[in-house]
C-alpha cells in the first residue's frame, strides 16, 4: 500500500510540494521493496535528492538497500518475521554481521 501511495504521489509530483528534507519520506517505500525496479527507483530519487540537498548518508543507504535486493532477491534480515528460510548464503551473511535492518 506505502509503494503505490508514493508512486501515485510522485506521479502527481506531490513530493515537490513539500520542503526538501521531507521528500525521503516519498521514496522510501520503494527503498524498503523487495523488488529491484522499486530499488532502482530509490536509488534514482535519492541521487537526485543528493544533488539538490546534498544528503549523501540518504543515497548510501538506498544504495545499501539495492545491493541487497541484487545479491539476494530479498532482504535477508527479515526471513524470520515473515516465516521464511534464510538460505546458506544469507545465513552466512548475517552471522557475518550483514545488515540487519
Known amino acids: 500500500m506505502a509503494r503505490t501511495t508514493a508512486d501515485a ?4 509530483e506531490l513530493h515537490q510540494d513539500v520542503e526538501p528534507a521531507l ?31 546534498g544528503d549523501k548518508d540518504s543515497l548510501r543507504w538506498a544504495r545499501i538497500h539495492r545491493e541487497l535486493v541484487e545479491r539476494f532477491g530479498r ?13 546458506p548464503e544469507e545465513a552466512a551473511y548475517l552471522a557475518g554481521g550483514g545488515f540487519k535492518g
Not at 504521489?9 to 502527481?12: E, F, G, T, V, Y
Open 75 to 87: 532482504f535477508p534480515h527479515r526471513n524470520a518475521a515473515l516465516g521464511r528460510e534464510s538460505t
Open 9 to 12: 504521489a510522485l506521479h502527481r
Open 23 to 53: 521528500r525521503p519520506f516519498f521514496y522510501l517505500p520503494f527503498e524498503h521493496s523487495e523488488d529491484i525496479a522499486d530499488q532502482d527507483c530509490a536509488v534514482v530519487l535519492f541521487e537526485a535528492h543528493e544533488r539538490e540537498t
